[in-house]
């Protein structure tokens, strides 16, 4: 059944990534040009999702808009999967006052509103792409430092583990050739999960006019345009870009949580005998 859902969504979302990497480039118009002449354009067939406020085709801009929010989700996912990775080894692996230490430090980060905390790290460098990833990462990095420090206590208590230590291994050989890359599996879930929070916390900055400037298109970028139109009747200018935003989000948190079932082995109690 998870394997199912994850090709069903890994479907999903490789129609979604070809049509945000080949429209625009193979359209012959360029999303960035206004012709106030055809602003608020219905859907046509020319114009298949419309036009904006400025007479901007919808269908490219929305395609361009994607491919900038997944690659900023991307650089979040990954940013905040290193640092949760970093901070849940050294609490799992040193343990005493400096687990104690970190793991408290650790609530007090989740502790703090995200969105809150986000607005006033973007507000100071407005419009950079630098500061709404480092933003969204350092919010979202607590639960992977969570996972990854009770996935390394769980392998310090394995037999083989003590084994390679008896043998003569370094520390740092066990480290590195045994504990880090039987992680990699929670690492990899963990970027896969954050990678929709990601897009949706970068189009609820850019939405709330603190993400990326106008003229960059970007899923939030074009809610927040949508905005003036819809009150105008331009229906399409709301509905196409919110759409894509939910079919992108939703086709990557099934196909993260299809991704953890696949490779969580099952609990005893789970087994059929």
């Known amino acids: ?12 979302l ?16 360029d999303d960035r040009v206004t012709d106030f002449s055809a602003a608020r354009l219905a859907p046509s067939f020319d114009h298949p999702f419309g036009t904006d406020s400025a007479g901007r085709d919808l269908f490219v801009r929305i395609a361009a808009g994607i491919r900038t929010s997944l690659l900023i989700a991307l650089a979040c996912a990954l940013l905040a999967t290193v640092i949760g990775v970093a901070v849940g080894t050294t609490a799992g692996l040193v343990g005493g006052w400096v687990d104690r230490f970190v793991m408290r430090g650790t609530d007090a980060v989740n502790a703090l509103p995200h969105l809150l905390l986000g607005i006033v790290i973007v507000a100071m460098f407005r419009g950079s792409i630098a500061a709404i ?11 992977v430092a969570r996972i990854i420090r009770s996935e390394i206590l769980s392998l310090r208590e394995r037999p083989y583990i003590d084994a390679a230590i008896l043998a003569g291994a370094s520390r740092r050989h066990v480290i590195m050739r045994h ?3 039987a992680t990699a599996p929670q690492a990899l879930i963990a970027v896969v999960l954050l990678l929709p929070h990601a897009v949706w916390h970068e189009s609820t900055l850019s939405f709330l006019g603190f993400g990326l400037p106008p003229h960059k298109p970007s899923l939030g970028t074009l809610l927040e345009e949508a905005r003036s139109s819809l009150l105008l009747g331009g229906w399409w200018t709301l509905a196409f ?8 989000t939703v086709a990557v948190a099934v196909a993260g949580s299809a991704l953890r ?10 087994l059929r005998l």
Request: glycine share 2%; charged share 10%; net charge positive.
């Open 1 to 12: 059944m998870a394997e199912r859902r994850f090709k069903i969504a890994l479907g999903v």
């Open 14 to 29: 490789i129609l979604v990534a070809l049509y945000a990497a080949l429209v625009p480039w193979l359209a012959d118009v």
């Open 133 to 143: 990833v480092l933003s969204i990462a350092l919010t979202h990095w607590t639960q």
């Open 179 to 181: 504990l880090v890359p």
């Open 241 to 248: 870009p919110a759409a894509v935003l939910v079919i992108a």
């Open 261 to 270: 079932s696949m490779l969580t082995p099952p609990r005893p109690s789970e």
